[in-house]
């Protein structure tokens, strides 16, 4: 565990409690946590379908999990509970995000795990997936970072029967251009929910 991760207090007290409700309560099938490494920075990316979904990644793995989230939650008035839980804010309604992309990369340095979805936002359309932003693939270049992906399909119900959160094996973009890196994680990332789709 390095510095970052054992400051952060609060995420290691509550997780262990949270992820025993969340799983209890929807009862989620994770396949391939063991994608995600013990120890060492990784970029994190995967569809963005629900609110709980940061939540179902940070059971996957007994690591402390930097989440990027919407900037109105740090602003509100639980901000203190996001700042603490170690997630790091993004401007939803800017171009670029430089501050965003700054701290994650900055966190990815520290050999720590980043979580975000390319999608930038939940995706309500029929589409499979939403146009990819280019954060997650432009944090593993500048830091050296493979990307574990991920899906996630089913519906968060209580007690879901199908509610599945399934990682793939690292995916290392090392000398692509971020155009092609950026659509080769797409490509990825968009077979895996076809694949898992039940």
Do not use: Q
Request: charged content about 25%.
């Amino acid at each position: 565990m390095n510095n970052r991760e054992k400051k952060a207090k609060l995420y290691l007290t509550f997780r262990p409690f949270l992820g025993l409700l969340f799983s209890s309560f929807y009862n989620p099938k994770i396949i391939g946590a063991e994608h995600i490494p013990a120890e060492g920075r990784m970029v994190i990316a995967g569809n963005h379908k629900h609110a709980l979904d940061p939540i179902l990644v940070d059971v996957s793995t007994n690591r402390v999990v930097h989440t990027l989230a919407k900037k109105e939650l740090h602003d509100g008035i639980f901000g203190w509970f996001f700042k603490a839980m170690g997630t790091i804010p993004v401007d939803l309604h800017a171009d670029r995000n430089k501050e965003a992309l700054e701290a994650a990369i900055e966190c990815l340095k520290d050999d720590c795990l980043v979580n975000l979805s390319p999608e930038a936002k939940r995706n309500y359309t029929d589409e499979v997936l939403l146009p990819f932003k280019k954060g997650a693939v432009v944090m593993a270049l500048r830091t050296g970072s493979k990307i574990v992906p991920y899906s996630i399909t089913g519906d968060y119900k209580f007690r879901s029967k199908n509610l599945k959160i399934v990682y793939g094996k690292p995916v290392d973009v090392t000398g692509m251009e971020v155009p092609e890196a950026n659509e080769y994680l797409f490509n990825v990332i968009h077979d895996m929910i076809i694949e898992n789709r039940d």
